[in-house]
């Protein structure tokens, strides 16, 4: 108890497990040598609960289910709806901002309020919503929520704060921009239609103000029907009825025609002179009938765009139309230029697109200069300037999900040099075609913040590709990207071996191991294989190393300690085949043809390998007795040692990948010898089971499915864990089939307690919450350690904790993080240069490296799902304990620096995310903060260095997020500004645009939708909700700098106007007044002189 009284000082939420009891840590060789004792320990921790704060931060990716898109054409700016509530704003690169409605409701319609820093958004929960652009993080400032009708369609006139609405019943309600209240001006449906009309015309579709007179609306009803309705006398100006039901509807900027599209893939145009009937009507993609019949029914056309140009043809876009013969042609937009008709062939069906034009003006030429289309799974804007229609290059990562992303590894602070040097190698394979104009989207304003420092996301995906990505400074840019699939010959449907792979996705990539400093890249793929990369700067023509591992091995349920002495022995998991008697099923069945075989074949011939990542080494578990190779859960590789290390629920493997060959093949059992906590035994092969691959993309309703494509590096039972605590007593092995190796970490320790000085050594972490040291001695001279063989000698070294482990971390006695040691990168094909010859280059970062702390042992941090503990090395006492939850399970734990110092970060199966300092494990953070509502989650979820960390929020969304309080409060600095003042661009005016009707009457709508004329609308029907942007932030929004100067000089305009007709009216009151004078006077004289009764 005295001893560690002194570390336990003020530390009342640690507990060290020696009080009271025997130890939960133990080791059975040997004795403890002169190592400090807990009282000679003394760290000073300099990390407290208020230097950290979870916050998220920036979204990369396209967003999941996009359901509506939106352009301002002054600030270039884009918006992006989602089916779950998301709203992404997108202008310059750096401009990025993710905005989430807490209701969750799809997205139905967005529309910019032009130029003035605000946005509506129309949500299938019949809400909407105005929100503030003038601030880095967007709010909400109002709410509307109707009762009793749908919103189906809205429209929002340029520069007027009065909002057409549009329902299903087939009203159109009027709202105030600014109050965000309804107007008492209704225009009902049967206002709108005739009376003797017997049917309902349908829910609103389309809703605009004419071009030419800002007083007439156009109504478009799913039915058919096309109203235009006079705002000012408050009835119909013309009506048509089409029987064919109406998607969109389209003006020519002059307001003398518009264009509909319909269902059955028609497009009519309607001039204003006569709307009996269309005066145009064309089928684009419709076959004609040789007997002059109606062309045959297409597809519908959901949506047209008729825009105008100076100097050339108008231009026709629209989506849809194909005919239904063509079943099998991709989505289409068509682009109708003068007699020309062309058809872009999409990737994925169109969401929605726009037209960009040069004008916000709908009364002015439009100039159409591009379109923005928004695909299911992309989005892109196809250049109009030029006749072969190229797309431009988009500059933000919207390709993330090319194939699903199955793991992700972060990496902050990383060597500076190697994001300039992948991003070289990268752009030598960059697609071309692309426009030379620039991004049109190029709103906003962004400036590298002041904490910038090398940072890489690295995404690993279904078809077996790994993508480097630049994340530095809060943007996302990719860097290289490289093809695991190459090193494989394509596997073929005959092949029974790849038969059960083939469907899946058998290159799918399951984890990474990457070395920044010395640029080796390890791949751990679905089909029990791992790949070592090497980078270079030349390419290469070279055979690849193919090593093939056997290892498979079950062992029997627990036994008590009388049938161990009854049964003895342990499967052979080496290189070399196990035999089994007859009859047993490993023998004599049908699957036992699959024996000593991998999943793929590896090219055993020269390949030419380009700059970049090279191909070296090929590591694969095969086939045994009929049974395919179990999942790799578990891979660490190690520079300095040049070893590669991975595990299974079978055993563990170590390879020397500078000789090529294997060091240790090992079942789990075996590491233990006779110190096994369990006391279990070998038994014969089990049944053959169904091997679970394939890592492929995850909805909502996959959980289950999920659940065996993507086992997380822990034990196989992890994925029932949701629902019950797990253990690691002996009671839990009833519930393990296996002992699976689900971490490892090479690092300079202590094998043995008599160890005097650290030296290299694995620790293995396994499901079952035990923790070996495996000791290694290699070679320290270069050329020995070519031809000298590395000695594997598993030791004696047994430690416990509850739970499955998950990571591994190392301190010196101070308290200070020990970093791997690693060799210094140097290119594997470079030219030899005779005067220099190449030597390898090592930096190691022993805890023996000082003279102060030479022979002080380090501290070994381990954290399981349930605990964490502190290990003082070699005497192997645990100092402090930790139980981090007990109804939940930690899913992701790393050691990780922050605020120059280290601490334990871990996100827990309930959403919770938690730091306890180091080594004392005192409790700094615990934040309720992100509900697992899926596996992808749990599987994508990693910390890093400098306090970030980034999960897979989406299919295809990367979301970051910052834990530290620093980075938190530098956020605001680092985002980029939606809002920028820009003038408004003047109309334009003159004679001839007049004379040609292209000038627009404008009319007051204060007038006839404020209170005064109009009243108020019924409590019932919408209820006003206010929002958290503030009353400041309300002022700004409605009344921006650049509005409030357009307002300005409208209002003065109108000021002037009224000031004249003010004047007038006081002549005509002055002469009336006069008028009254004369006659009263002209009365008075006439009864002055009269008696009352005279009268």
Partial sequence: MKKFRKVLDGLTTSSPVNIGGAPLCSSTAGTPTAAPTPREIEVVETLVSENFQICKTVRHGFPHQPTALAFDPVQKIIAIGSRTGGVRILGRPGVDCYCQHDSGAAVLQLQFLINEGALVTACADDTLHLWNLRQKRPAILHSLKFNRECITFCHLPFQSKWLYVGTERGNTHIVNIESFVLSGYVIMWNKAIELSTKTHPGPVVHLSDSPRDEGKLLIGFESGTVVQWDLRAKKADFRIYYDEAIHSVS???????????????????????????????????????????????????????????????????????????????????????????????????????????????????????????????????????????????????????????????????????????????????????????????????????????????????????????????????????????????????????????????????????????????????????????????????????????????????PISPSETEANTGLLDASLHSPQHPPGSPGSATPDSVRDSIPCLRVKNRPIRMPPGYQADLVVQLLWVDGEPPQQITSLHLNSAYSLLALGNCNGLVVVDYLQKNVLLCMSTLELYGSNDPYQRLARSPRKSRQFAAGLTELTDNQVSLELDRSRSPTSESRENSFSRSRSSSVSSIDRETKEAVTVLRFMESYARKVDAVPSACLWVGTSLGVVLVIALS?????????????????????????????????????????????????????????????????????????????????????????????????????????????????????????????????????????????????????????PLTDMRIARTFCFTEGGQALYLSSPTEIQRMAYSQDMCDSLQEMLGELFTPVETPEAQKGFLKGFFGGNAQTFDREELFGEAAAGKASRSLAQHIPGQGGLEGMKAAAGGVVGDLARARMAAEERGQRLGELEERTALMMSSADMFSRHAHELMLKYKDKKWYQF
Avoid at 427 to 454: C, D, F, I, N, R
Avoid at 792 to 816: A, E, Q, R, W, Y
């Fill in 251 to 557: 003006w020519h900027h002059e307001g003398k025609q518009f264009m509909c599209s319909h269902s059955d893939g028609s497009l009519t145009t309607w001039s204003l002179r006569n709307t009996a009937k269309p005066f145009q009507l064309t089928f684009p993609h419709g076959r004609t009938q040789r007997d002059g019949r109606k062309p045959e029914s297409c597809k519908p056309i959901l949506k047209v765009e008729y825009k105008t140009t100076r100097n050339s043809e108008p231009f026709i876009i629209f989506s849809g139309g194909l005919s239904y013969d063509k079943a099998n042609r991709r989505p289409t937009l068509t682009i109708m230029h003068g007699k020309s008709i062309t058809a872009l062939e999409m990737d994925h069906p169109i969401v929605e697109f726009l037209v960009l034009c040069e004008t916000p003006y709908s009364n002015e030429v439009q100039e159409p200069y591009a379109v923005a289309v928004l695909l299911e799974k992309d989005f892109i804007v196809v250049d109009l300037t030029q006749s072969n229609y190229p797309i431009f290059e988009n500059p933000y990562p919207m390709d993330i999900h090319e194939s699903p992303v199955t793991c992700t590894a972060y990496f902050a602070d990383c060597p500076p040099e190697i994001i300039p040097v992948l991003y070289s190698i990268g752009a030598k394979h960059k697609k071309q075609g692309y426009s030379h104009k620039e991004w049109p989207v190029s709103g906003g304003t962004w400036t590298l913040g002041g904490q910038t420092y090398p940072e890489i996301i690295i995404t690993g995906h279904a078809d077996g590709s790994i993508k480097f990505w630049d994340a530095s400074a809060i943007t996302l840019q990719m860097l290289y990207k490289l093809k695991t699939s190459k090193v494989f010959e394509k596997p073929k449907m005959g092949d029974g071996r790849v038969a059960e792979l083939v469907e899946e996705d058998p290159f799918a990539v399951q984890m990474v191991s990457w070395c920044p400093q010395s640029r080796l890249f390890c791949v751990v793929g679905i089909s029990a294989h791992v790949i070592l990369y090497r980078f270079s700067r030349h390419d290469a023509t070279t055979e690849i190393t193919a090593l093939e591992v056997r290892l498979q091995c079950d062992v029997e349920e």
């Fill in 778 to 930: 290699i070679p320290t001279d270069e050329e020995e350690r070519l031809e000298e063989p590395v000695t594997v000698m598993p030791s004696s070294t047994v430690l416990t904790i509850k739970g499955s482990v998950l990571t591994f971390g190392s301190l010196d006695c101070n308290g200070s993080l020990v970093s791997n040691p690693y060799e210094v990168w140097r290119d594997p094909h470079a030219p030899e240069d005779p005067d220099c010859p190449r030597r390898r280059k090592l930096v190691n970062f022993s805890p023996s490296t000082s003279q102060e702390m030479s022979g002080e042992g380090h501290l070994a941090v381990v954290c399981s799902e349930k605990q964490a503990k502190v290990f003082l090395m070699p005497a192997q006492t645990c100092l402090y304990v930790h139980h981090i939850t007990e109804s939940s399970f930690v899913l992701r734990a790393d050691v990780v620096s922050v605020y120059n110092s280290v601490c334990l970060a871990c996100f827990c199966a309930n959403g919770h995310v938690m730091m306890l300092s180091l080594p004392s494990l005192r409790p700094l953070l615990d934040v309720n903060f992100l």
